[in-house]
């Protein structure tokens, strides 16, 4: 896997708990998230803590295909609470980066971990383990613009690595 990849699909919820819809594009706002996301509105259940960790949490399409075949847990993509799955891309390189995503772009804020709340939450026992060190990326929107299934990820032009 690389920095770059494609959008396989797109995941939004005005609210904590509910189901996710499944979207052929949405709408990212700079500083916010994504339009009609629960953190976008402030509904999101970590959405009392501050800065930008969770408008945008993105996950591999590879990391679910691993835990069915190693855990025996089949996750759909919507199931993942994450409101993009990616394919290609290794999401953990992407950490304290710029990247584009379609027309948007992104800041890769940190690794996400699974939490007892989510395994609880999508009645699925195991889960959190089999998730831990590999449940996603954190991102902020830096810019606005579509993100649509199909679209490429691929590192900004400007790319800012605060990891250097």
């Not at 770059?4 to 005005?14: A, L, P």
């Not at 189901?19 to 052929?24: A, S, V």
């Not at 971990?113 to 959190?128: A, D, K, M, S």
Request: hydrophobic content about 35%; proline content about 4%.
């Amino acid at each position: 896997m690389s920095t770059r990849g494609r959008v396989e699909s797109i995941h939004v919820t005005e609210t904590a708990g509910e189901p996710m819809r499944t979207l052929d594009e949405v709408r990212a706002i700079g500083g916010q998230g994504l339009e009609g996301d629960r953190y976008c509105l402030g509904q999101g259940t970590y959405s009392d803590m501050t800065g930008p960790r969770r408008q945008v949490t993105l996950i591999e399409r590879e990391v679910l295909e691993a835990i069915e075949r190693d855990h025996e847990i089949a996750l759909a993509p919507a199931e993942t609470r994450r409101n993009i799955v990616t394919r290609g891309v290794a999401l953990t390189h992407l950490v304290g980066t710029t990247f584009k995503v379609g027309e948007v772009v992104l800041r890769g804020i940190k690794i996400n971990e699974p939490c007892r709340y989510f395994e609880n939450l999508v009645e699925i026992p195991g889960l959190e383990d089999a998730l831990m060190h590999r449940s996603g990326l954190n991102a902020e929107v830096i810019g606005e613009g579509l993100i649509r299934v199909g679209d490429a990820i691929e590192p900004a032009e400007d790319n800012q690595d605060s990891t250097r």
